[in-house]
């Protein structure tokens, strides 16, 4: 049976993630304990190499299937990231999974290699598969937050999640080809799939080829206008928004897998791999997936051909074969296997003698550990892809090799071949070149091998997988990956701004001044930005704010103001200046509304306890944080509704695991502004990390600076990563503030 679908409405429940990371597989692998207890290790491969980095910087979360069917799993955390499994049954894994991802899209994606299936039921299940990741997405996600989407198993979720939650930043990135359209064409979904992808703001690619691939057939589907890299897409009411449609070559954790490379145990598991191959003169190496479009029964031909032929023996080269097991339930691979070992079978058979094997072939995958022991054992790697959106192992091949021997034979049709073209590239279809190609690498000299391998480890070395995801992410958010501390571009607008006659220094408190918390009442700044903002607080020509969403009343209670400070309540609505606290009064309609309100919202709060309402000058917020999830999400979905049809006319804020109503719309930007003028400042610093705060970042203006605390699409000019680094900030601009008077630096 299928697991349970979760209502198209349940949003905002759970809204803890700023960054979110959806992919097909969890980037953890379960395991029953001795005990039956649940045990999870993290599991090798591309795209989590490429991902765990970013999501350790971001404290982000990450969404996808767990590898066990017909189970469900709470969220938990592992290694610093936070995981929430999506089920998947045993007929959804067969008919999502094995069949519409990988055999109609990756055969159809790798251009025919081998024939596509297209069949309706498999197409259902994929369309409910990717529904159950956008909604799990959509209930993760903070208002405004980044989600990352992942690979072709997933690509309607864009566009799931555009509709459902429009305030998300979405960006999706195809670790596979895409190709031309005549090929696509062929998909009788083509159109679905191709709309689903247009929700992401940004789609990445990793060759110049697929981005224009996709493009072209954005145009010949939609008829959509495209200029370069841009597509114009027009929503239901005729807006258009920008898509951004191109390359972002992936790569992988270069000085990592150096590191491990120069262990000397490593170094001495390479040279017993050696002399357990017979120590022949030349390893050649292939490490693939068993997979018809890596191109091994091509170069198992070539090199069976160069025995064949006597221009090589099994005393001068060893070709190592690993081929990790892959969809083994899926026929096509299934005869791939049979076939590939009857091939080595054979050649072992016609050319291997008692001390020399010809091949060793391995059908299963190895540590990582292991696996650089056979890049440095290697004096060959073969990659003959037929057809591949990057191939990692090349660049691990490379980053391994420290000592700057080693040849790359790399197909052209590997997105890898963009970047490393000091490998010997080949046509791995032109058996006759690959052999050539072949013999060259175990020929050529030692020179020749250093210049090339230098010149390919610096290419790696300088496009890691750190400047792909910082690359992507400043494409999709403007701010790439936020490192803790005040960068530089912050430091100098700093000094500028500290010259400003009087200045106004205005600051979110909750996710700001206060890490959040499960329990509003229990927010309370860090100690060293309390500090920081009574120093600031405590000179004549600086005036501090506090601007929240909170309630004037709950705001004084958990920022305990310093002396002077100003305040602003209730997005606006409440403000205390110095002549005390000053409420807009609302009018008889306003207060008649606000009576329906509370009837409603005090109905849907009493279907759980842990959910509560509190009570604002100009409307009221429905808490839900602490509410189980399921529960949480029918709670915001019955307010949503039921506002919406009683009160149309009200103004709905969503935020992390809350939902707030108001009889009066205003905004942090209006309070920015009275507070300005109330101050009589001449510059603003202004800091916030909600979506709210963007009201305010749209009011700055010449030498104002704008900080977003966090991930996100901003308006702001700068960001930092958390209030630990807003603490720092104000400490920064607090002794600025002091040298402009005159007063010593502090600063090291």
């Known amino acids: 049976m299928n697991a349970p679908e979760p209502s198209r409405d349940d949003l905002y429940v759970d809204a803890a993630y700023d960054m979110i990371v959806v992919s097909n597989r969890l980037p953890v692998d379960y395991q029953a304990g001795p005990d039956g207890e649940t045990q999870w290790k993290s599991s090798p491969g591309g795209l989590v190499t490429a991902l765990e980095p970013v999501m350790r910087t971001a404290d982000g979360a990450w969404i996808g299937w767990a590898g066990v069917a017909d189970r469900e799993f709470e969220p938990f955390e592992h290694d610093g990231i936070s995981i929430i499994p999506v089920p998947l049954s045993e007929s959804e894994l067969e008919e999502y999974y094995e069949g519409f991802s990988n055999d109609t899209l990756w055969p159809l994606y790798h251009d025919v290699i ?98 224009g691939n996709f493009t072209r057939a954005v145009r010949r589907l939609f008829g959509f206008a495209t200029r370069g890299s841009v597509i114009d897409v027009p929503d239901d009411s005729g807006e258009v928004r920008h898509v951004v449609a191109r390359q972002f070559p992936i790569s992988i954790d270069s000085a990592g897998f150096e590191e491990i490379a120069r262990r000397p145990e490593v170094q001495a598991r390479a040279r017993e791999i050696r002399a357990s191959l017979g120590d022949p003169e030349t390893i050649m190496l292939g490490v693939d997936r068993l997979d018809y479009t890596k191109g091994i029964r091509h170069r198992l031909k ?28 899926v026929e096509t691979y299934r005869q791939l296997r049979d ?34 022991a056979l890049y440095l054992a290697a004096d060959v790697m073969l990659v003959t892809a037929l057809r591949d959106g990057m191939n990692l192992v090349a660049k ?25 073209r000091q490998a010997v590239l080949v046509n791995p279809h032109d058996i006759e070149g690959v052999k050539d190609a072949m013999v060259e690498a175990v020929s050529m ?98 005036r501090v704010a506090i601007v929240s969403g909170r309630a004037l009343e709950s705001l004084r209670e958990v ?49 759980d306890a842990a959910a ?103 308006l702001a000019t700068h960001r930092v990563r958390s209030p630990e680094d807003v603490a720092l900030l104000l400490e920064r601009l607090a002794d600025e503030r002091d040298i402009s008077r005159g007063a010593p630096s502090r600063w090291p």
Not at 571 to 594: F, I, N, P, S, Y
């Open 114 to 211: 081998a024939p596509p299936s297209y069949h309706r039921e498999w197409w259902d299940a994929y369309v409910r598969v990717n529904r159950r990741f956008a909604e799990a997405a959509a209930r993760a996600a903070s208002p405004g937050a980044v989600v990352w989407v992942q690979d072709y198993q997933l690509q309607l979720v864009p566009r799931m999640l555009r509709e459902s939650r429009p305030d998300l930043v979405i960006g999706f990135f195809n670790h596979i080809p895409f190709p031309a359209y005549g090929i696509y064409s062929q998909l009788p979904w083509r159109r679905q799939v191709v709309h689903g992808l247009l929700g992401a703001d940004v789609i990445g690619f990793q060759r110049a080829a697929d981005a």
């Open 302 to 329: 070539a090199f069976g051909e160069l025995l064949r032929d006597g221009r090589l023996s099994v005393q001068q080269a060893t070709l190592v074969q690993v081929a990790s097991p892959s969809r083994e339930r």
């Open 445 to 542: 000299p030692k020179r020749e091998r250093t210049r090339r391998m230098r010149a390919l480890r610096r290419r790696v070395r300088d496009n890691d997988v750190a400047n792909w995801s910082a690359s992507f992410l400043k494409t999709l958010t403007g701010a790439g990956i936020i490192a803790p501390g005040v960068p530089e571009p912050l430091e100098a607008a700093v000094r500028r701004v500290a010259g400003a006659e009087r200045l106004l220094v205005a600051l979110d408190f909750d996710g700001t001044l206060a890490p959040l918390v499960d329990r509003p009442e229990d927010a309370r700044a860090t100690g060293r930005a309390r500090a920081a903002v009574e120093r600031l607080a405590a000179a004549d020509d600086t």
């Open 559 to 607: 920022a305990d103001p310093p002396h002077g400070a100003l305040l602003s309540g209730s997005h606006g609505v409440e403000l205390q200046l110095d002549g005390g606290a000053v409420t807009m009064e609302l009018r008889d309609g306003e207060l008649a509304d606000l009576e329906e309100l509370t009837r409603i919202l005090d109905e849907i709060a009493a279907g």
């Open 612 to 714: 509560w309402v509190e009570w604002k000058p100009a409307g009221l917020a429905l808490h839900t944080r602490k509410v189980p999830a399921a529960t949480a999400s029918e709670l915001q979905r019955a307010a949503r509704e039921r506002v919406a049809a009683e009160l149309p006319d009200l103004t709905m804020r969503a935020g992390k695991g809350v939902i707030e109503f108001s009889v009066r719309p205003s905004d942090k930007g209006e309070a920015l502004m009275r507070l300005r003028q109330h101050a009589g400042a001449s510059a603003v610093v202004y800091v916030g990390d909600d979506v709210t705060d963007e009201d305010a970042f749209a009011t700055l203006e010449g030498d104002d600076v704008g900080v977003k605390v966090g991930q996100g699409r901003s």
């Open 396 to 420: 691990e091949y490379v980053a391994c090799r420290f000592d700057e021997d080693g040849v790359l034979l790399l197909s052209e049709f590997t997105g890898a071949s963009d970047e490393l």
């Open 339 to 372: 076939e590939i070992e009857l091939m080595v079978g054979r050649l072992n058979g016609d050319y291997s003698t008692l001390g020399h094997q010809a091949i060793a072939y391995l059908h299963h995958g190895y540590p990582r550990e292991e696996m650089v």
